[in-house]
């Protein structure tokens, strides 16, 4: 069986090679994107000021003055220490951020979302630059990684226990080959559960019924209906210069959910999405949110708070700090780390091993 598990592994890995590489270094690099940009960009960052925050129509009007030409699509209160982020784009469909001191209005700096390093480096991971197509090719690939794995681990597992002793140590005292031989084979091993799940997490980001699977297995099949409805409406002229309805939204997000770390008001979008806000309990953690959609006429609302979702829910919640490590804190993104530089290895080790028996082969049939 072990020879077929070999072949699989061999040719599977020759195959997505490349593409896994790519999607480990560049997750290895996003891990620690707030921690880095913290220390290098002050703008990110303001002083507490023991007063409320401004208005979001309020910041939403000095953004539009310096931008005129800009719509304003997301407006997000970071937390007491940080600067508001607000999303807009220009008649040319290109995307920025301005970032804003939410106790003043003052606008802090404003770029252009392409020129954001690790915005870069999470689009190459989730789809190459390509769009769906690459958004797929991720996917695919994905899926055929987390073979490779289960096969891996099948062609590492000792008939005996005895022999396991070999399977975790990498002997650095032998040549060249052999210690290839044993970063390929212990690293891989050691790397495997945390590896596991964050493949497995990341291809619900590619396939939503992937998504919807896992939803489902965690709430033992039950469906919750109204987790999914929500208002679907046609915004018509209720932002044009009057955001007051934004500012009713927020207040309603504060009073609700009073200890919650961030706000992010997504302005409506005619005949696709209806005025909301996001209300996460920690800053930068995105696991535990209420969620609140408003009718623009009447102000009704809809609302999901986090302590009444589904345990489904919940974890579709949980995937992108999973997926991260963060779910753990500092300490999971350092096991995200360490686990993706391992992976983006694999294949250049798993090639030079493929490469020398080659070589092997070839000199065999010379003589």
């Known amino acids: 069986m072990k020879k ?82 607000v999303m807009t784009m220009d008649d040319k469909k290109e995307s920025y951020f301005v970032y804003v001191n939410p106790y003043s209005g003052k606008i802090l700096h404003q770029e252009n979302m392409k020129q954001d390093f690790f915005l870069v480096i999470q689009y190459i991971h989730m789809n190459l630059l390509l769009g769906d197509i690459g958004k797929n090719i991720i996917g695919f690939s994905t899926v055929i ?74 709430n033992l099949g039950k469906s919750f209906p109204n987790e999914e409805k929500g208002y679907v409406y046609q915004p018509k002229k209720m932002l044009e210069n009057n955001y007051t309805i934004v500012d009713s939204a927020y207040a309603y997000s504060l009073k609700n959910s009073s200890t919650a770390a961030m706000h992010w008001i997504y302005l409506p979008v005619p005949d696709k999405n209806p005025l909301a806000v996001r209300a996460y309990h920690k800053s930068l953690r995105y696991y535990a949110v209420d969620e609140y959609q408003f009718d623009s006429e009447q102000f009704q609302v809809y609302k999901l708070m986090n302590e009444n979702l589904s345990n489904g829910k919940k974890f579709a919640n949980s995937m992108y700090d999973i997926h991260t490590g963060q779910i753990l804190g500092l300490f999971g993104k350092i096991l995200a780390f360490t686990s993706s530089i391992i992976v983006a290895s694999l294949p250049i080790t798993g090639f030079i091993i493929w490469r020398n028996k080659k070589r092997k082969q070839k000199k065999i049939v010379g003589s």
């Open 4 to 85: 077929y598990f070999l072949l699989i592994h061999k040719w599977l890995g020759l195959f997505t090679g490349i593409i896994v590489c790519i999607v480990a270094i560049t997750g290895a690099i996003f891990c620690f994107q707030d921690e880095i940009k913290d220390a290098l960009f002050d703008y990110r960052k303001v002083e507490i000021v023991h007063q409320p925050f401004i208005k979001p129509s309020e910041i939403i009007l000095k953004v539009q003055d310096k931008n005129p030409k800009h719509v304003v699509l997301r407006v997000m209160y970071m937390d007491k220490d940080r600067s508001t982020v």
């Open 145 to 218: 990684f987390i073979m490779i794995m289960i096969s891996g681990l099948i062609l590492w597992w000792p008939k005996k226990r005895k022999q396991a002793k070999n399977g975790l140590t990498i002997k650095y005292k032998a040549k060249w080959k052999r210690i290839n031989y044993d970063l390929h084979n212990v690293l891989g091993f050691y790397a495997f559960s945390i590896a596991f799940i964050v493949a497995l997490s990341g291809i619900a980001f590619s396939f939503k019924p992937v998504r919807n699977s896992y939803t489902q297995i965690v």
